[in-house]
Each structure stands twice: as C-alpha cells, then as structure tokens.
C-alpha cells in the first residue's frame, strides 16, 4: 500500500510565498493610492481623532484642553471635572499616532507646520485619511491572504486570481473606500481586526 501526499485546501504544494507577498505589496499599494486620491471625505464623529493623537504624543494625555477652543465647540466633547475629552471612542486615534510622529518630524525639518498647529488650524483631515488608508490597505492585504486558504482551487496562479478579485472587491466595492477610509471612523480599525482574527483561526484550524 502506497501512501498518497493530501494538500490543504486552498493551498498548493507550488505556493510560492514570495509571489504571494509581492501581490499583497502591490495590492496594499494600489489601494492605498486609490483611497488617497479619492476627494471626499467625512469629519463628522471623528472631529476629535487627530486631535487625541495629538494630545496622546504630545501632552500624554486624552484631555483637549490644550486645543481650546475648539473648531465646533460643544461637539463629539464630553466635559468630565472641568476637563475637556472625545465624546466618542479613542482608541482608533492610535492609528493616527505614527503619521503625528512623521508630521513633527517633518516640521523639524521645515517643512510641515507640526501636529499641534494642525490641530488647532482645524484642518487635519488629510491625516485622518492617510491613516485609514493604510488601514484599509492592510486589511485588504489581509482579505487576500484569507482568501488564498479558503478558495478551493487549482492551479495556484488561478487561485491567486481569485483572491486578488476578492481583495479589491472588498478594497473598493463596500464601505470600506467609501466610509472606512474616508475618515477616523471606528469601521476601518473594526475591518481590520476582524479580518486578522479570521486569519489567524484559519492558519490555527490548518495547524
């Protein structure tokens, strides 16, 4: 009796992980290109986002009160003993910490106005969209690699196929272009968390 080698499905023995990774680098790439250059953008909620990353990096604190008075005073603020905080969940302004980093940076060097003045111009739009665009992105990249273990297919190459199709649909035919990366919402860091966490149960459930 001759024993026969069983593949998991959805993952060839001529995988070439290296392809797979220049794919999901072109794919974050592209989408990240795409969700910048798109005009539209929202400031509702997340009024507050940037202005907590700001806080957080500078000042190590979630208070605003280093930013009164605020652009449209009274709302998404919650006043707690005199002190001024976001009404509405925080934790996605650490999404935004990197890009405050990299905007003082490039105010030391002269060429930005910094984070703080940002923040207290009221135009800090464009860093909230820069950082869920890179949110977006990486969550597509993670799509693609959920779909590279759940398609049955066969070749590899076919497969792949498939799963660069599934990862733009997901990129640029749901919310995820036209509200996730738009702005500081809480969908884009939920979308990625949630995609992670499916991958991770896929790689566990295959061993």
């Known amino acids: 009796m001759t024993e026969t080698a069983t593949v998991e499905p959805g993952l060839d023995v001529e995988e070439s992980v290296a392809g797979n990774r220049i794919i999901a680098s072109v794919l974050a790439v592209v989408v990240f290109a795409i969700?910048?250059?798109?005009?539209?953008?929202?400031?509702?909620?997340?009024i507050r986002?940037?202005?907590?990353?700001?806080?957080?990096?500078h000042y190590h604190s979630l208070s605003l009160d280093r930013f009164q008075p605020?652009?449209?005073?009274?709302?998404a603020v919650t006043v707690v003993n005199g002190?001024?905080?976001?009404?509405?969940?925080?934790?996605?302004?650490?999404?935004?910490?990197?890009?405050?980093?990299?905007?003082?940076?490039?105010?030391?060097?002269?060429?930005?106005?910094?984070?703080?003045?940002?923040?207290?111009?009221?135009?800090?739009?464009?860093?909230q969209v820069?950082?869920?665009?890179?949110?977006?992105?990486a969550a597509t990249v993670v799509v693609y690699f959920i779909a590279l273990r759940v398609l049955r297919l066969h070749p590899a190459a076919r497969r792949r196929r498939w799963a660069v199709a599934v990862a733009l649909a997901f990129a640029l035919a749901t919310p995820a272009w036209s509200t996730a990366s738009r702005a500081m919402w809480q969908h884009g860091p939920s979308m990625l968390c949630i995609a992670l966490g499916l991958l991770f149960a896929l790689r566990a459930q295959a061993g």
Do not use: C, N, Q
């Not at 907590?52 to 990096?57: E, F, G």
């Not at 605020?70 to 709302?75: A, T």
């Not at 999404?95 to 111009?121: N, Q, Y």
């Open 83 to 127: 002190h001024s905080y976001p009404l509405f969940p925080w934790a996605v302004s650490l999404f935004a910490v990197p890009w405050v980093i990299a905007e003082d940076l490039l105010h030391k060097l002269g060429i930005t106005g910094g984070s703080v003045a940002m923040v207290r111009s009221g135009h800090d739009w464009g860093l």
């Open 35 to 46: 969700d910048m250059a798109s005009p539209s953008g929202m400031t509702a909620d997340p």
């Open 130 to 137: 820069v950082s869920m665009a890179t949110v977006v992105a």
């Open 70 to 75: 605020l652009p449209d005073p009274g709302y």
């Open 49 to 57: 986002a940037v202005s907590v990353a700001v806080s957080l990096v």
